[in-house]
């Protein structure tokens, strides 16, 4: 529960900075998709793969309840605080302060998910947390102005990019991750979980780096059947792990699969579209 009452803390904060700085839709998916590929990346890496941490939500019964501990600090806490954090490196000229306030800020909320049991250190420490915030936020406050005020926009492939991971990620981590309708199991480790979200992190930064350097370069007429020839090779490598048992379906089936690849990628054209002629109609 505690998940979600930072969740909705920082969802209204959010919310005013938007209404606040009058963000742009563009401004807010960027900066949503780029936070996400960023703290996703690095959350699996240092919970799954080298086992620092854990963030049980106890919201399931089951071990794949860490997926949700990982879908609201990345998927959404992350990315809100983001949202805020631009809003007011804009507007103010000591980005270093800033970042040290949030900093601060979350190593105190992170304090309170260890003392309460929702965040479990194994190698890992109270110091850790604000130092690598620290080091985020002064990134992020160096390409501010770019994400908000797009003068120049962040690059046109980093958000592609991006925008890829998250388009993909978001419904494995849903329907493969929490709802556990099926699992990715290449047996490349031991443990289950960690397996499964390489395989499928994996794969979601090699399509989104493939697509970021090709679709620029393809001709707009032909950019829908490019995105939905993607989506039919993704759907045939998935029908290849399957023959190969490295997907395992629980309560799933082909038919479904081709949806869950297909889908994301008619989702990408049209972002592609967007913003595109946003950026080509001098915003």
């Known amino acids: 529960m505690i998940y979600v009452v930072t969740m909705v803390f920082f969802l209204l904060w959010s919310i005013w900075a938007i209404r606040k700085g009058c963000l742009s839709w563009h401004t807010i998916i960027n900066l949503y998709m780029v936070t996400l590929l960023i703290v996703d990346v690095g959350d699996v890496s240092f919970d799954h793969w080298f086992n620092f941490y854990d963030i049980p939500t106890y919201l399931l019964n089951n071990p794949y309840d860490l997926y949700m ?6 998927g959404m806490i992350f990315p809100l605080i983001a949202i805020v ?5 804009v507007r103010y000229r000591r980005p270093w302060v800033l970042s040290i306030v949030f ?3 979350l190593g105190i909320i992170e304090v309170g998910y260890v003392k309460l049991g929702y965040m ?5 420490n109270h110091w850790l947390t604000p130092g690598i915030i620290f080091i985020l936020c002064q990134v992020l406050a160096c390409f501010s102005d770019r994400f908000v005020y797009y003068s120049p926009p962040i690059p046109y492939r980093l958000c592609l990019l991006s925008f890829v991971y998250g388009a993909l990620e978001w419904p494995g981590a849903i329907m493969g991750g929490v709802m556990r309708l099926y699992n990715y199991r290449p047996h490349l480790f031991d443990n289950e979980l960690a397996d499964d979200r390489f395989t499928a992190v994996l794969f979601a930064v090699v399509m ?6 090709f679709a620029p370069r393809i001709r707009t007429r032909y950019k829908l059947a490019f995105f939905l020839s993607l989506g039919l ?4 490598f998935a029908f290849l792990m399957f023959e190969r048992g490295w997907l395992i379906y629980h309560q799933w089936n082909h038919l479904l699969m081709s949806i869950r690849y297909i889908m994301p990628y008619i989702l990408i054209y049209l972002y592609d579209s967007w913003e595109s002629n946003y950026r080509q109609n001098g915003n």
Not at 120 to 124: G, N, S
Not at 208 to 213: M, P, Q
Not at 233 to 236: E, F, H, M, V, Y
């Open 69 to 74: 501990g990982i879908i609201f600090s990345d």
């Open 233 to 236: 090779l993704s759907t045939g």
């Open 120 to 124: 479990v250190y194994y190698q890992w």
């Open 208 to 213: 989104g780096g493939l697509i970021a350097y």
């Open 85 to 89: 954090f631009c809003y007011y490196s």
């Open 103 to 105: 900093a601060l800020l």
